[in-house]
């Protein structure tokens, strides 16, 4: 029976492909006096980033088709599994941390076994390596499934420079979902949902195949660091259709069950706990999607976070005289659904499950 199971497994894995060959000139040369991407952080000044190369195969498996984003802790580049013929992304941390806690998360999430529909709306990691770079620095890369746009993006993308109501409540819907699987089924706390972390699944898998011939065509423009290259990012085209809305980046996760008293979240998106420095939990999670909501639907942050001790505090500030884009029983439904999340005490905030169930979304 063994000897079955392994010839059936035998005729369905696939034959690995031959990696690519890109170009070694042809690209422009950016003056090394131009400061590039990850060039502008003190992490980059002290040696931290993997100098990752397109071209390259890394983990045995893994060839590098272009460089997709950069931050202050990794760089973020497009590959392709030449054992499953699958792309994936490659997120390559600095060298500064292990970025176990991140790892930690994904495993919790990896293990839930669960049919709750949210669960498509998590961005779970597919693999992760070690690799040594020339420098003997250790550093560590993520293996997840490649994603179109963040919701900034799509702001920046709209001469409005804000959502429809339409799109506001498809998109939140998904995201509760994912929210409501992460809190229930996971057990994790995600403490940094903001545009920039919620994305659209890339379903048009052409965007792939126009990726690399663009980096086979034209080669991204670089420049040169002690003899290894920076590479400008390159974006994706636009998709024939959206996928499903995923909730992303757990680097600042932590596990529900265990409460907390930290800083958290980004400083305009802060719940009232966390300023306070009191145990927080789940409600965390949700006063901050209800504050990005303003961001998305009206604009602009709801607050600025620039009170400080000695200034009077404005007056006649409400959410009625703030929102700006409906009118009647649309602007009473939206205002009820959002007061359900920006609630003072923790435990009078909806979950994201109770949000689900709101009048706001019956039509």
Not at 38 to 56: A, L, M, R
Not at 129 to 151: E, I, M, N, R
Not at 283 to 294: F, K, L, R, S
């Amino acid at each position: 029976m063994a000897s079955i199971l392994r010839w059936a497994q035998h005729l369905t894995r696939k034959t690995p492909l031959q990696p690519l060959r890109f170009p070694t000139t042809g690209f422009d040369i950016i003056p090394e006096l131009a400061l590039l991407e990850e060039e502008q952080f003190d992490e980059f000044k002290e040696g931290k980033y993997f100098p990752v190369q397109i071209g390259h195969v890394y983990a045995s498996k893994y060839q590098v088709l272009g460089k997709l984003g950069f931050g202050s802790t990794s760089t973020v580049w497009l590959a392709r599994d030449l054992e499953s013929h699958k792309h994936v992304t490659l997120k390559m941390y600095t060298s500064d941390n292990t970025h176990q806690d991140e790892f930690d998360i994904y495993e919790i999430i990896r293990k839930v076994k669960s049919s709750h529909p949210g669960r498509r709306h998590v961005r779970s990691a597919l693999d992760k390596f070690a690799l040594q770079s020339p420098a003997g620095k250790q550093h560590y890369c993520l293996v997840q499934t490649p994603l179109w746009d963040s919701w900034r993006d799509l702001l920046r993308r709209n001469p409005t420079n804000r959502f429809t109501e339409d799109l506001l409540k498809a998109g939140l819907w998904e995201l509760l979902l994912g929210l409501d699987y992460l809190h229930a089924e996971c057990k994790v706390v995600h403490t940094d949902i903001k545009a920039d972390n919620i994305h659209s699944e890339l379903v048009d898998k052409q965007l792939f195949d126009a990726f690399t011939q663009a980096e086979l065509e034209t080669p991204t423009p670089r420049k040169y660091i002690n003899g290894f290259p920076i590479y400008l990012s390159r974006k994706f085209g636009l998709p024939r259709e959206l996928g499903n809305v995923i909730l992303s980046d757990f680097g600042a996760a932590v596990r529900g069950d265990e409460r907390r008293n930290h800083d958290a979240q980004p400083n305009v998106y802060r719940s009232p706990e966390v300023m306070l420095k009191v145990r927080w939990g789940y409600p965390v999670d949700i006063w901050n999607v209800g504050v990005m909501i303003w961001d998305l639907f009206e604009g602009k942050h709801l607050f600025y976070g620039q009170w400080k001790a000695g200034i009077p505090i404005p007056e006649g500030l409400s959410l009625e005289a703030s929102e700006e884009n409906l009118e009647g029983s649309s602007k009473e439904k939206f205002l009820n659904f959002i007061r359900g999340m920006l609630q003072w005490r923790p435990e009078d905030r909806k979950t994201a499950k109770q949000l689900l169930e709101d009048p706001w979304f019956r039509n």
